[in-house]
């Protein structure tokens, strides 16, 4: 810490911004003392619009600004029956920037975590298998991680999903593109070999 | 980019933001989305205050909240005979926390770097030269980095400051405290052989 108050107070939020590096926290400060008055003011109109206007899809519970339904939800050329679960609303961006996908979104907000208190009711898998039983979903593919608190979370919907007769999918394990095998970890190779597909 | 044009704003704002990954920008986003109102507020404000209440030191300048100087300049505990010259004010809080340093400070806000154009005017070099010739200082300490940009400032003003007489020194280079000689790099072993010192 400085002594100087102001400047603590401004430390001291930074340090609760996750992702970045404590070493750094004084050099983010300094860029900040630097900016203009109309820069910070800038960025405090952005941070209280986010807050403003953002809310979450009262469908798949991804961002929104405008109305209670967001752009997927709403778009009349996507596909309704198959629906791909994922963790946060980034890795959603992240499966559209594939281009390779056309159906349905839904964000559970986390994954279940007993040790840090997480529950499915902590998480939107209730309006997950809701929706999963009242609109004509054919297909739910799961994006989650391959960790602990990931695969409990994959086991407890697939199990919620077992009796609606839905075909549960995940993503597919293997040798990622332009990786050579000596540089991919040995778990991977073998998924990779034991789920071989014909060429 | 998400396409909400108001997240797309936070993110372009974060993009600025020095020592945040661009691969955690969006984490980072998420982590304001969920924040509450009430939070957003507290920043918001700190972020002003800073702003308002914030000015260099008009002697040293570092930063100061209240006055026209700093309280290393005005504590009169402090050695007036010495000088500690530092590239940022963060430099200066490296070197207090040591709690091996009384004397006084001059914060140069950045170093000579003619590829960006940066000269001494843009610095605080004048000023330093100034204080060296009006005030009784006997020694001026340089604490700028080893880089070709470092090296070029501890000349130039060790040129300026010649005719002063004032004696000019630099922090000893050598093996870091509890470092093993094989981590060292070549360089700064040469550095420790060569300015040996008696036991």
Known sequence: MTNIPTIDLLIRHLQRVPYLASKNIYKVASYFLYRSHADIDQ??????????????????????????????CTDIKRDKTILCVVEQ???????????????????????????????????????????????????????????????ATVAYITKKLKSSGVLVTCLARGIPVGSQLEFVDRLTVYKALTERRPI
Chains 1, 2 share one sequence.
């Open 43 to 72: 960025l405090c109109s952005v941070l209280k619009q986010v807050k403003e206007k953002m809310h979450p899809c009262s469908t798949c519970y991804t961002w929104c600004e405008q109305g209670t339904a967001c752009m997927y």
């Open 89 to 151: 609303w980034y890795d959603l961006l992240t499966i559209e920037r594939t281009g390779g996908y056309n159906g349905q979104y839904h964000v559970l907000t986390g994954l279940i975590c007993p040790l840090e208190g997480i529950g499915p009711e902590e998480l939107t898998i209730y309006p997950l298998i809701a929706r999963v039983n009242q609109e004509n979903i054919k297909e739910v593919i799961l994006t989650m991680p391959q960790t602990p608190e990931g695969e």
